[in-house]
């Protein structure tokens, strides 16, 4: 790998386990809850959120690609920040974290998304990350007038859409593209991306096919473990990204998700959990989301509903870590060691928890050897 894109995969330092944020661009961010201090998602807490987490010497952070609300009390991430856009104002106003957008390929064409993404990548001095999403939301596609296609063919686009995107990215003749998906014709751009690399690519498929479409595409895989209840489990799905990567010729980077309660005392972030998540949770919400995936008491049981619409509340679906610091920084270490690069966290309000994380979980982790202090 050139020494340039190791730089950029590791997020230009030597933080053997990456930690950003994930979600702030939406309102409520990853908690369904009503609690009357959730998430804003508006631009100034967005940006006192990015200056925040430069200062301590977080590595990224992770937008949510979402055009529609999921309705409920609070219309959850009713209110979103489109995250080319988004991602490119926090790059300008900050200059050493990574600030990835997460754009739908289906309904963005190739030819402005590279562009788009070498725009960006240019005012971040290459710091500009990419996730692909190839779609799942059929009211959101609803939107844009754009029929889902089905599963293999979504990702079928999206390889040829990706193609499409690095061409433009390497190469300085004009060239012409026919595939079954998208045509198009002398097609070139300039400049290239920053630096002469490529953004970081990541994706977060968890079918058989989004895997295989990201390891063959990307550098760093998301998934969730959604069906692995123990570490061992997350283990082995960490495992079987990496040898489909290596029977490529290639090597991902793993990283997963998770929903951080953090307070003094065991006590306090149980019940600060409890009642965010539990008591004052948003259930219609949740229960929109998870039939728009079909997931039904009738479809998969009663009991098992009952523990899908719990792990959705709480962060849709992330990992939980919630106790005091002692307790955090031993389970974010516990899950780093089953393999993973890093984690995307979540938090009910973003800038009112993470200055606690930050002064109490982050030293410990440096202590572990899993963090470097603050550059
Ligand atoms: C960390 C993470 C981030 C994701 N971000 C988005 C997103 O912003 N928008 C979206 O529509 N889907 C998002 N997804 C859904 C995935 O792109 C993917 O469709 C889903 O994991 C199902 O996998 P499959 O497409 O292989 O079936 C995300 C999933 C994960 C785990």
Redesign the pocket.
């Known amino acids: 790998m050139n020494e340039l894109l190791t730089e950029r995969r590791a997020m230009y330092n030597r933080n053997a386990f990456k930690i950003g944020l994930?979600g702030s661009n939406c309102s409520s961010g990853r908690a369904i809850t009503k609690v009357p201090e959730r998430w804003s998602g508006n631009w100034p807490d967005n940006l006192a959120l990015a200056l925040m987490a430069e200062k301590r010497g977080l590595d990224f952070m992770?937008?949510?690609?979402?055009w529609k609300g999921y309705g409920g009390d609070t219309n959850y991430q009713g209110e979103t920040y489109e995250t080319v856009t988004w991602a490119t104002g926090l790059l300008a106003a900050t200059e050493r974290i990574t600030v990835f957008a997460?754009v739908?390929a289906p309904l963005l064409h190739p030819v402005f998304a590279a562009k788009q993404f070498v725009t960006a990548d240019h005012i971040g001095e290459g710091r500009f990350g990419l996730?692909i999403?190839?779609?799942?939301?059929e009211g959101?596609f609803k939107m844009f007038g754009a029929n889902q296609r089905d599963?293999e063919g979504?990702?079928g686009y999206g390889q040829e859409w990706i193609d499409i995107v690095r061409r433009i990215w390497e190469r300085d003749e004009p060239f012409d593209f026919s595939g079954e998906y998208l045509s198009v014709g002398e097609v070139q751009g300039g400049p290239k991306p920053y630096g002469g690399t490529q953004p970081l690519i990541m994706?977060?498929?968890?079918?058989p096919?989004?895997?295989a479409f990201a390891v063959k595409n990307c550098d760093a895989l998301?998934?969730?473990p959604v069906g692995a209840d123990t570490v061992d489990q997350l283990a082995d799905g960490i495992q079987h990204a990496k040898d489909l990567a290596i029977r490529q010729g290639r090597e991902i980077d793993v990283y997963s998700?998770g929903v951080v309660t953090c307070l003094p005392t065991m006590a306090e972030a149980e019940e600060y959990h409890r009642h965010c998540i539990i008591d004052d949770a948003d259930w219609a919400a949740v229960d929109s989301i998870l039939a728009m995936k079909n997931i039904s008491p009738e479809t998969i049981g009663a009991a098992e509903f009952e523990r899908r619409r719990h792990h959705q509340a709480h962060g849709m679906g992330g990992i939980p870590i919630v106790g005091d610091p002692d307790h955090v920084a031993a389970e974010i270490a516990r899950i780093a060691g089953a393999g993973l690069r890093g984690i995307?966290v979540s938090f009910v309000n973003y800038l009112k928890e993470l200055p606690y994380f930050c002064d109490e979980v982050l030293p410990r982790l440096e202590r572990m050897g899993l963090r470097e202090g603050r550059p």
């Open positions: 994930f992770l937008p949510i690609g979402r997460t739908h996730n999403v190839c779609g799942w939301n959101e599963h979504r990702y994706n977060a498929g968890a079918s096919t989004g895997q998301f998934c969730t998700v995307g």
